[in-house]
C-alpha cells in the first residue's frame, strides 16, 4: 500500500511568461555585428530573441508573469506571502525589484527581496521559498526570474552580444500537506565556485576600479565547466530521491546553448521529446529563461499534473544548481 503520510511540501499552483514585443533575428543581429545566421545556430542553436523597449524593466515584466501566474492560481494579490526576484538587471540598486513587483500587483502582504546568483537565480530563488514555505514562515511565494540582458551587452564583441535576450517568468508556489507521491518540490541542489569569478561578469557598483560595463564571458572557459557540473547538480538530485534518469519526465534546463542542454540530455540518457528547448526563440534570458521554458511547456501540456521535472541552471559566480518538481 502507498504510503499515506503527509508532508508540507511546496507546491506549484500557476505559473507566468513576459516577452517584449520586440524580436530580433539573428540576420538583425548579423547587421549590426560580423556574425551570421549560420554561425549562431550552428554554435548555440538560437535563431532569434526579445529586446525590451524602454518601458519593460525588470519590474514591469517580473509584474506580468508574477501576475498570470497568481490569476492561474486564483491567489488574490493580497493574500500573497512573498516575493522573491532572481534578476543580475534590477530596475535600480535599491528599492529591491521584488518591491517594486509587490507594488505594481498590490500584494499589500507580501515582503519580497532580490537574489543574485546570475543565471541559476531561479533555481536559488526555488530553494529559499522552498525553505520559507515548508518552515512555515509564509504560506505562498510568487519566485520571478526577469532580465533586460539587452541593456548589458556589447555591441562591440560579437562573442557574447548574440547570446542573450529579454523576458520573464515565474511560479507561484504554496505550502500544501501532500502524500510521499503528490506534487510539490522535492529537493533543491545549489552549488558555488567563486574562483570561476573573472570567466563571466558584468562589472557595476561601488569599486572604484569596476565602474559599471558590459557583460564579459570567455564563453569557452563557461562552456568546458558546464556539462559536468551541470551533470553533477543533476546526479545529487536523482540521488537524493532514489530515482534514476528514467523516472524523469522533462529536464527543464537553462537555456544558454543548445550543445550544452543536448550534453546534459545525452549525460542522462533522455530522448529529445522529454528535453524542454525555447533556446532558439528566447536565447539566454538568464535567470527568466527556465520560468519561461517552464511556463512554455505548461503551455504546450507537455509539463501536465503529475510529471516529474528535473531543473538545472549554471552561470556567473559560477554558481549552478538542480531542483526535482513534480507538478
Ligand atoms: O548562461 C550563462 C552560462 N553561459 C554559457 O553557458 C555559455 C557557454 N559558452 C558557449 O555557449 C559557447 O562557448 C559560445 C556560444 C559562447 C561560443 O561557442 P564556441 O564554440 O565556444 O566558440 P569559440 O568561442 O571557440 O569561437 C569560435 C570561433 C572564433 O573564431 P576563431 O578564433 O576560431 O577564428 C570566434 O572568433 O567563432 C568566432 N566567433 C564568431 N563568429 C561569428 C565568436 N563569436 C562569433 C559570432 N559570429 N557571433
Known amino acids: 500500500m502507498a504510503d499515506q503520510t503527509l508532508s508540507k511540501r511546496a507546491v506549484l499552483t500557476g505559473s507566468g511568461a513576459y516577452l517584449p514585443a520586440q524580436i530580433l533575428t539573428n540576420e538583425d543581429m548579423a547587421k549590426r555585428v560580423d556574425t551570421s ?12 530573441r526579445h529586446f525590451a523597449a524602454p518601458h519593460e524593466t525588470a519590474a514591469y515584466m517580473g509584474a506580468e508573469a508574477g501576475r498570470q501566474a497568481m490569476e492561474k492560481a486564483g491567489l488574490a494579490p493580497e493574500s500573497l506571502g512573498a516575493i522573491i526576484v532572481a534578476t543580475s538587471t534590477p530596475d535600480q540598486a535599491f528599492p529591491a525589484t521584488a518591491v517594486r513587483i509587490q507594488a505594481l500587483l498590490g500584494a499589500t502582504k507580501a515582503f519580497g527581496f532580490d537574489l543574485a546568483a546570475a543565471c541559476s537565480g531561479f533555481i536559488y530563488g526555488l530553494s529559499v521559498a522552498d525553505a520559507m514555505l ?35 517568468g515565474a511560479v507561484l508556489l504554496e505550502a500544501r500537506d501532500v502524500a510521499q507521491d503528490g506534487p510539490g518540490l522535492l529537493s533543491t541542489h545549489l552549488y558555488a565556485d ?14 572604484e576600479n569596476r565602474k559599471p560595463g558590459y557583460l564579459v564571458m570567455h564563453g569557452r572557459e563557461v562552456f568546458r565547466h558546464a556539462v559536468n557540473l551541470l551533470a553533477g547538480a543533476v546526479n545529487d538530485a536523482l540521488a537524493e530521491n ?26 542522462l540518457g533522455l530522448p529529445p521529446e522529454r528535453v524542454v528547448v525555447t533556446v532558439h526563440k528566447h536565447a539566454n534570458t538568464s535567470a527568466a529563461s527556465i520560468p519561461l521554458a517552464l511556463a512554455d511547456a505548461i503551455q504546450e501540456g507537455r509539463a501536465a499534473p503529475g510529471r516529474l521535472l528535473l531543473l538545472e541552471a549554471l552561470g556567473g559566480g559560477l554558481t549552478w544548481g538542480s531542483a526535482l518538481l513534480r507538478l
Open 194 to 207: 567563486g574562483s570561476l569569478g573573472d570567466i563571466l561578469y558584468v562589472d557595476c557598483g561601488t569599486d
Open 242 to 267: 532514489n530515482l534514476t534518469a528514467a523516472d524523469i519526465d522533462l529536464l527543464v534546463p537553462h537555456q544558454a546553448n543548445k550543445r550544452i542542454i543536448d550534453g546534459v540530455g545525452k549525460k
Open 37 to 48: 545566421d549560420e554561425w549562431i545556430v550552428e554554435r548555440t542553436g538560437i535563431r532569434q
Open 134 to 168: 515548508r518552515a512555515g514562515q509564509v504560506k505562498s511565494v510568487l519566485v520571478i526570474g526577469t532580465e533586460v540582458f539587452s541593456r548589458l551587452l556589447n555591441f562591440e564583441d560579437r562573442t557574447t552580444c548574440v547570446l542573450f535576450g529579454d523576458g520573464a
